[in-house]
C-alpha cells in the first residue's frame, strides 16, 4: 500500500509529497530535504501492524491535512531504495510501487522472506540489547558470577549450561551468532567448515600465533574481542539507517540504478562516522585471516604472501597503513576470501581529510582521491557507500568466528578441558535431533547447539 502525505517546510514553506511505502517495520525513519530551500525535514513514521494506522513526525515541517498542491514529490520506505526527489510539476508518472519494483528485482523467489526474516531478527536483536550488552560487557571485564547470572537471565539454562570455561564462551558468542552472524552472513552458519577450519590448521602454529598477538599491543585476543564488541554495538544504533542499502544484496546484479534511485532512512552524515570506524576496525582485525592464511598456505604463522612492498613478517604487516592492509584480501587464499570485501580507500582518506562535499538531493558523494591534485574529482553514490559499510561490518562478523576458534585454543592451552556433549545435566524436555534448536536460531538442533 502507498499512502500519501504532504508537508510545509517550516522555513520557505513548499509543500512536498511523499510517497510512503508502507510496510511491515513498527517504525522507521523518514530523512528528506526541501527541495527549495535545502532544509533537513527528519522525520519517522510509525505504521500500527496490530490496528491499521500510521502517524508522521517531522523536524521542521508542518503535515497539512488536506492534498496540496505539492512543489515536490519524494517516494519514502523503510525497507527499499526509492525513487529520488523531483519537481512536482516535472516528476514522472509513477505508476508502479516501491514494493513491486523490488520484488521484481529479487535474485531467488524467496528473496524478500529471507530479507524479512533477516531484519526482523535484527530487530529482535535490537529489542534484546541492553540484556545481550550487560553480558559482552561482563565478559570483558565483570565478576564471573555476575556474568553467570545475566546469562541465565536470556538463555536457557538447559541449552547453555556454563558448566566451565568452554561453556560459558559459547554462551557469550551465541549473542554474535543468533543476533548478527544469521541475520546478517548465514553462510558461515550453514557450512561449518569456514570457522571449524580453524582448528584444523597445526595446532602448535595456532598457539605461537595467540602467543604473538597477546605480546602485541591493540593486537591480544581480548582487545581484538572488544574491539568486535564496539562495532556491534555501533551497528545496532545504525542499522535502521541500513536496510534499504541491505536490502540491495538480495537483488540481481546490476538492477538499481543509483542515480536514480536512493535511501530515504538516512544521510551521509548519518552513517559517516559507522564507516570509518568499521574501515578502522577491519583494517586491525585483518591480521587473523592474513595469519591463518599464513599457516594454511605457508605453513608458518609469521611468513606473510608479499603483496605491498616486500613484506616477510606479522611486523611488516602491522606497519602498514590500514588503506594498505586490505590489499591482502586475497581471493585466492580462503580466510580473506571469504570476507567478501572491497574498500574504496581513495574515499575513506578524502573524508579524513574533509576533501568531500554531499549533495542532499541527489545524495551524491563527490570527493578528491588525491590530496596532492585537487583538479581531479570523483563521486559516489550514499546507497554505494552504505553498502560498502554493511560490506565492512559482515566481514567483521566472519573474522569473529576465527577469534572465536583462537579463544578456544587459548582456553585449552590454560589447561581448560572440554566436556562431552554427552555428559547428562538437568533438561526440562528432551530435544530430538531433528527439533528446532530452543535458542531461537531457526536451525534444527542437530546443525546448532546438538552439533
Known amino acids: 500500500m502507498v499512502y500519501n502525505c504532504f508537508i510545509r517546510c517550516r522555513v520557505c514553506v513548499s509543500i512536498t509529497r511523499v510517497r510512503l511505502q508502507v510496510g511491515w517495520q513498527e517504525q522507521h525513519p523518514i530523512v528528506i530535504a526541501c527541495g527549495k530551500c535545502g532544509t533537513s525535514l527528519l522525520g519517522k513514521v510509525h505504521i500500527g501492524q496490530d490496528e491499521p494506522g500510521l502517524q508522521f513526525e517531522f523536524d521542521n515541517a508542518d503535515i497539512l491535512n488536506n492534498d496540496e498542491k505539492a512543489d515536490y514529490v519524494i517516494e519514502c520506505s523503510g525497507e527499499f531504495p526509492t525513487v529520488k526527489q523531483h519537481n512536482g510539476a516535472q516528476a514522472p508518472e509513477i505508476d508502479i510501487t516501491p514494493f513491486i519494483r523490488n520484488q521484481m528485482r529479487m535474485e531467488e523467489k524467496n528473496g524478500y522472506e529471507k530479507f524479512v526474516k533477516s531484519v526482523s531478527t535484527l530487530n529482535e536483536t535490537a529489542e534484546k540489547w541492553t540484556d545481550y550488552k550487560r553480558v559482552l560487557d561482563l565478559s570483558q571485564n565483570g565478576n564471573k558470577s555476575f556474568l553467570l547470572q545475566e546469562i541465565k537471565k536470556i538463555f536457557p539454562e538447559d541449552v547453555f549450561p556454563c558448566r566451565n570455561e568452554f561453556e560459558i564462551l559459547r ?11 544469521l541475520p546478517l552472513r548465514r553462510d558461515i552458519i550453514d557450512d561449518l567448515a569456514i570457522s571449524n577450519s580453524v582448528l584444523e590448521q597445526d595446532i602448535e602454529q ?33 542499522y535502521p539507517f541500513l536496510i534499504p542499502a541491505f536490502a540491495i544484496q538480495f537483488y540481481k546484479e546490476n538492477s538499481l540504478d543509483y542515480a536514480i534511485e536512493g535511501s530515504t532512512t538516512s544521510t551521509f552524515d548519518s552513517v559517516k562516522q559507522f564507516y570509518l570506524d568499521a574501515y578502522e576496525a577491519l583494517g586491525t582485525l585483518m591480521i587473523l585471516p592474513m595469519s591463518l592464511n599464513n599457516i594454511k598456505y605457508r605453513s608458518n604463522y609469521d611468513s606473510i604472501k608479499a603483496v605491498v612492498n616486500k613484506e616477510k613478517s606479522l611486523d611488516d604487516f602491522i606497519g602498514l597503513t590500514k588503506a594498505n592492509r586490505f590489499h591482502f584480501c586475497d581471493e585466492t587464499e580462503s580466510y580473506t576470501e571469504c570476507l567478501h570485501v572491497k574498500v574504496n ?13 554531499y ?19 570523483e563521486t559516489a553514490y550514499l546507497l554505494e557507500f552504505e553498502t560498502e559499510a554493511v560490506r565492512l561490518f559482515q566481514a567483521i562478523l566472519v573474522i569473529s568466528e576465527y577469534l572465536y576458534r583462537l579463544r578456544e585454543v587459548d582456553l585449552m592451552n590454560q589447561g581448560n578441558t572440554t566436556i562431552n556433549p554427552n555428559t547428562q545435566f538437568n533438561r526440562s524436555k528432551k530435544i530430538g535431533r531433528n527439533d528446532t534448536c530452543p535458542c531461537g536460531s531457526g536451525l534444527k538442533y542437530k546443525f546448532c547447539h546438538g552439533r
Open 359 to 377: 549533495d542532499t538531493i541527489t545524495q551524491q558523494i563527490t570527493y578528491i582521491p588525491n590530496s596532492k591534485d585537487r583538479s581531479k574529482k
Open 206 to 238: 595456532i598457539s605461537e600465533l595467540i602467543k604473538y598477538l597477546n605480546n602485541h599491543d591493540g593486537y591480544s585476543l581480548k582487545e581484538l574481542q572488544s574491539l568486535i564488541y564496539k562495532m556491534l554495538n555501533e551497528f545496532i544504533e545504525v
Open 171 to 181: 554462551a557469550i558468542h551465541f549473542i554474535e551468532i543468533h543476533g548478527f552472524v
Open 345 to 357: 580507500s581513495k574515499l575513506r582518506n578524502a573524508i579524513g581529510h574533509n576533501d568531500f562535499s
